[in-house]
């Protein structure tokens, strides 16, 4: 059974970063390709970053430059570094994860909700100004 646990969020000023954390289990942390998504009051599911089972990353042109998504293999573990925090960045975060098909390219990854299908229960994250 495929658990994700996200941490990490909190209340900070713009200018300032945070570390999201996606603690996995139930499934081979190497198969799957994952992603960060938000949403904030009102709006959709926004694709944050993602990142293949290589470690290939893509990001939102909103973040580029500012998050840094990656995974720890030692400890099965999702991350996303976020820098210069605004306050447009304030939502709730959902790390999200994907097996990859035999005959996708390890480098492969998504931005599109509709392509995963397990979900954490989110983490949110509020900035200031």
């Known amino acids: 059974q495929v658990q994700l646990v996200e941490s990490g969020g909190g209340s900070v000023q713009a200018g300032r970063s945070l570390r999201l954390s996606c603690a996995t289990s139930g499934f081979t942390f190497s198969d799957y390709y994952m992603g960060w998504f938000r949403q904030g009051p009102g709006t959709g599911r926004e694709g944050v970053a993602c990142v293949g089972s290589d470690d290939s990353a893509s990001y939102a042109d909103s973040v580029q430059g500012r998050f840094t998504i990656f995974r720890d293999h030692a400890d099965d573990t999702l991350y996303l570094q976020m820098d210069m925090l605004k306050p447009e960045d304030t939502a709730m975060y959902y790390c999200?994860?994907?097996?990859?098909?035999?005959?996708?390219?390890?480098?492969?990854?998504?931005?599109?909700?509709?392509?995963?299908?397990?979900w954490g229960q989110g983490t949110q994250v509020t900035v200031s100004s």
């Open positions: 999200a994860a994907r097996r990859r098909s035999p005959y996708t390219s390890s480098w492969y990854c998504s931005r599109r909700s509709s392509n995963f299908d397990n």
